[in-house]
């Protein structure tokens, strides 16, 4: 007879990942029905972006040989390919692959945890935090984030096969080692966070190693440690050549940069307590002194790493998933510096540390029968249930933010009202609706929150931003009908970033619209030079070369008698 113990583990382990399942795709079903964001990355990777439209040898082959907003990540790329194939164009397909693959993650997740510590109540929480939690939001629903999703999926898969490898034996386990170098691999390719793989598992083998060797450890992660640092090497070549997310350091020193994240470590912390005020775009003080908030902010850390070495000699299990919301906040510290100080995606990766350290923290390691058979911590486990229905709550109402640039960075303004950026993206949205002098009044005011200096700043990434919104200003004159300010205003945005293919293609269209064909002629030129791939621009230059070719002709004296 079928040992009926085992039949049911097995239907109440499918019976959970399908309430898993149900759970967070009812919580991000409305999210099917958001737009694209025009003016953040979705329109550089996807809106923009003809080699995702369609899984085609060609396509293929220029997903792995180059580099897109700074990043080489192929598969992220590939992955659009594949929705564009289903969906075409439509952001409804976009945004569903990204929610069943966050969803695929708390299932890893659970699965993962499942087989580390058997069936307990506490992974069943773990996993509805890590799906549920509002900091997941932006990464979850924004379709240019598909790279964290998918990464982490990988990095799922990597870390499930490295364990199995761990625990099995014999030539069979090979197959598991190769599994896992292969996903991470792949992960890799998707999004050069996951670097920290190495020392994830040199932690898994320190804490769930059961004895195991620490030089058969290091010797098993050399290979890993092979792929992150060739992963490393092609990051730095690729935003030094693309001018990507990597910027100096924010103060102008690493030291102004190391005081500046100690308080955003405690941001983070917060986050993950007390997810309020989420938002696209933090205005993180840069600082460069030690004044009272750093002073908190590092005593606060003080206390965490006692916490840590204090877990590491009596839970070391703990530890580990302690330790792992550190180690994933690692490729976002600024040891290399990054645009962005501070956002939510990058809680993404921590909180797979964070779910499973604070569940198996708060909630007694006892079986769902067990629990129901002695009421053990009823309280605690009624008290987090209510947590997570609080958490659910609040993400509903951020998914709601995300659902196109008008919503969001008008949330955005009303949180970070002294960065430019915030503004511009505001007036972006505004300009999509059709509401045309607000816009221009945002423009505008995103112009005068930028410090003057960063002008004289050759080729950085605030410069850039300065180009932008002067291009975005000049569009929305054009949309008036002003059209001499709008080649003013492209003008100067070609001025500060001559490479800045959109601002010649539109300058390019108010000359022509003045009838200055012969300059239009030039500026559309320049777009294709520097945007290749860009049919709108092949299309204008065409046509513009059309008409003057016409010109020409019109204008040769008739020869017929």
Request: proline residues 4%.
């Amino acid at each position: 007879m079928p040992n009926s113990s085992s039949s049911n583990d097995k239907l109440f382990f499918y019976f959970s990942l399908a309430l898993l399942s149900a759970l967070s795709l009812a919580l991000f079903w409305p999210a099917l029905g958001h737009d694209f964001l025009i003016n953040w990355d979705d329109r550089q990777y996807i809106l923009e972006n003809d080699a995702i439209r369609g899984l085609t040898a060609e396509h293929l082959k220029a997903a792995f040989t180059t580099f897109s907003l700074g990043n080489y990540a192929p598969l992220h790329l590939v992955s659009y390919m594949i929705d564009y194939e289903i969906w075409g164009m439509r952001p409804f397909g976009f945004i569903l692959t990204n929610i069943v693959l966050h969803t695929l993650n708390g299932l890893l997740l659970y699965a993962f945890l499942r087989r580390l510590a058997g069936e307990r109540i506490w992974i069943f929480f773990a996993s509805l935090i890590f799906l549920l939690h509002p900091v997941q939001v932006e990464t979850v629903v924004w379709a240019a984030e598909r790279k964290t999703v998918l990464a982490m999926s990988f990095f799922l898969a990597s870390l499930s096969c490295y364990r199995e490898y761990r625990e099995g034996s014999g030539g069979s386990t090979r197959g598991w080692y190769l599994l896992s170098l292969i996903s991470f691999l792949a992960a890799l390719l998707t999004k050069s966070v996951v670097v920290v793989m190495p020392l994830v598992i040199l932690l898994f083998d320190l804490c769930y190693g059961g004895g195991r060797c620490l030089k058969k450890s290091i010797v098993a992660v050399v290979p890993f440690m092979a792929l992150a640092a060739w992963t490393v090497f092609i990051a730095l070549i690729s935003h030094s050549e693309t001018h990507g997310g990597i910027t100096t350091y924010h103060g102008g020193s690493p030291f102004a940069t190391f005081l500046t994240m100690i308080p955003v470590l405690l941001s983070y912390l917060r986050l993950v307590f007390w997810p309020t005020d989420l938002s696209a775009f933090y205005d993180v003080p840069i600082k460069s002194g030690i004044d009272a908030a750093v002073a908190l902010a590092a005593g606060a850390c003080a206390m965490l790493i006692w916490l840590g070495w204090w877990l590491y000699r009596q839970k070391r299990e703990h530890f580990f998933w302690y330790a792992l919301f550190f180690v994933g906040l690692i490729p976002v510290s600024q040891i290399v510096p990054i645009v962005t100080l501070m956002n939510d995606r990058y809680l993404y990766f921590p909180m797979l540390g964070a779910a499973a350290y604070l569940s198996g923290t708060v909630l007694p390691s006892v079986t769902w029968k067990e629990w129901v058979g002695s009421g053990r911590s009823m309280l605690r486990v009624l008290l987090m249930a209510g947590l997570i229905v609080a958490c659910a709550v609040v993400s509903s109402l951020r998914i709601g933010v995300w659902q196109d640039s008008f919503t969001l960075w008008g949330d955005a303004v009303k949180k970070a009202p002294a960065v430019a950026l915030t503004h511009d993206g505001f007036g972006e949205g505004l300009l999509q609706r059709g509401l045309v002098d607000e816009a221009i009044n945002q423009f505008r005011t995103a112009l005068r929150l930028y410090p003057p200096a960063i002008k004289l700043r050759e080729g950085s990434g605030p410069r850039n931003d300065v180009a932008n919104t002067h291009n975005n200003l000049g569009a929305a004159y054009g949309t008036k009908g002003l059209t001499d300010s709008a080649i003013e205003q492209f003008r100067m945005a070609i001025k500060l970033n001559p490479q800045l293919a959109k601002a010649w293609f539109n300058l390019g269209n108010a000359q022509a619209n003045t009838g200055r064909m012969n300059e239009a002629l030039l500026s559309f030129e320049t777009a294709v030079r520097l945007d290749p791939r860009n049919k709108a621009y092949q299309a204008n230059l065409k046509l513009t070369r059309d008409i003057n070719s016409f010109s020409e002709i019109t204008k040769q004296p008739d020869q017929g008698n």
